[in-house]
């Protein structure tokens, strides 16, 4: 009896909102893009003043893209981002740091405070923890990851990192990081570089590598154009006079 008194609210619900979505011709006062679209960016935002981990580490015009000109995504893209950071965030603490950084070391240029901001999974004792889900376990840390979890061992001081992977099939392998000076170094020099060619509206030389199918700037670098200064494959030497402007003119960048 109380299945059978269950059963018939449930049918009254049912046909009340089918009634109420027939008659009325009233729009959504929320529409469920929009909050992707909020959600999406909020995930990626960085201040205009500081440059993230996550974009030193991976493609240098991809960052400036995002930053000048962000192609549009679509709900499916930006859902699928903001479900797997849902899904790492249910076991990690994420905990935010940045370092200041001298815009140049050449001790007769203008210097300015440049800061590199990240977000680490989890900041333990003795060391840093990054979740990542893959498509297939690797054998070695990616490159971009390893680059990450070294600036995050800088940045909050430890000696060692870990990272975890995660394929579909709900298997894991894990990674012991050690601190690099080397590539921290390198961190920020790119981070400097960065700097220095949004500052002045260059766009980065193409790094290639497997991720570059994928990119949604792709047609950006691998398709013919008269434009040189938008596709790239100059700034090479653009980048070149912007430091030798930083040694000899008053308005110095490296």
Same mark, same amino acid.
């Given at each position: 009896?109380?299945?059978?008194?269950?059963?018939?609210?449930?049918?009254?619900?049912?046909?009340?909102?089918?009634?109420?979505?027939?008659?009325?011709?009233?729009?959504?006062?929320?529409?469920?893009?929009?909050?992707?679209?909020?959600?999406?960016?909020?995930?990626?935002?960085?201040?205009?003043?500081?440059?993230?981990?996550?974009?030193?580490?991976?493609?240098?015009?991809?960052?400036?893209?995002?930053?000048?000109?962000?192609?549009?995504?679509?709900?499916?893209?930006?859902? %699928?981002? +903001?479900?797997?950071?849902? *899904? &790492?965030? $249910?076991?990690? @603490?994420?905990?935010?740091?940045? #370092?200041?950084?001298? /815009?140049?070391?050449?001790?007769?240029?203008?210097?300015?405070?440049?800061?590199?901001?990240?977000?680490?999974?989890?900041?333990?004792?003795?060391?840093?923890?990054?979740?990542?889900?893959?498509?297939?376990?690797?054998?070695?840390?990616?490159?971009?990851?390893?680059?990450?979890?070294?600036?995050?061992?800088?940045?909050?001081?430890?000696?060692?990192?870990?990272?975890?992977?995660?394929?579909?099939?709900?298997?894991?392998?894990?990674?012991?990081?050690?601190?690099?000076?080397?590539?921290?170094? %390198?961190? +920020?020099?790119?981070?400097? *570089? &960065?700097? $220095?060619?949004? @500052?002045?509206?260059?766009?980065? #030389?193409?790094?290639? /590598?497997?991720?570059?199918?994928?990119?949604?700037?792709?047609?950006?670098?691998?398709?013919?154009?008269?434009?040189?200064?938008?596709?790239?494959?100059?700034?090479?030497?653009?980048?070149?006079?912007?430091?030798?402007?930083?040694?000899?003119?008053?308005?110095?960048?490296?």
């Amino acid at each position: 009896m109380k299945r059978e008194i269950i059963s018939d609210i449930y049918e009254v619900i049912r046909k009340g909102i089918e009634n109420y979505r027939a008659a009325t011709d009233t729009v959504a006062k929320t529409d469920i893009y929009d909050i992707v679209e909020d959600t999406f960016n909020s995930l990626l935002k960085v201040e205009d003043d500081a440059i993230s981990v996550e974009e030193v580490s991976h493609c240098l015009r991809e960052a400036y893209f995002e930053r000048k000109s962000p192609m549009e995504r679509t709900q499916k893209q930006m859902l %699928e981002v +903001i479900i797997q950071r849902g *899904i &790492l965030n $249910t076991f990690a @603490k994420p905990v935010r740091g940045e #370092v200041s950084i001298e /815009s140049s070391d050449d001790n007769y240029s203008k210097r300015e405070k440049i800061r590199l901001v990240g977000i680490a999974d989890r900041v333990e004792d003795d060391c840093v923890m990054m979740f990542r889900i893959v498509k297939e376990l690797p054998e070695i840390p990616y490159a971009e990851h390893f680059m990450q979890m070294n600036a995050y061992l800088h940045i909050f001081n430890k000696e060692e990192g870990v990272i975890v992977y995660f394929d579909n099939d709900g298997n894991e392998v894990e990674f012991i990081v050690p601190k690099n000076e080397a590539l921290y170094r %390198e961190t +920020i020099r790119r981070v400097r *570089i &960065l700097h $220095t060619l949004l @500052k002045n509206g260059v766009v980065p #030389v193409v790094e290639p /590598s497997n991720m570059c199918s994928t990119c949604p700037y792709n047609e950006l670098c691998y398709y013919p154009s008269e434009d040189k200064e938008r596709t790239g494959f100059w700034s090479r030497g653009r980048w070149s006079e912007l430091k030798k402007q930083g040694s000899s003119g008053e308005e110095k960048f490296w």
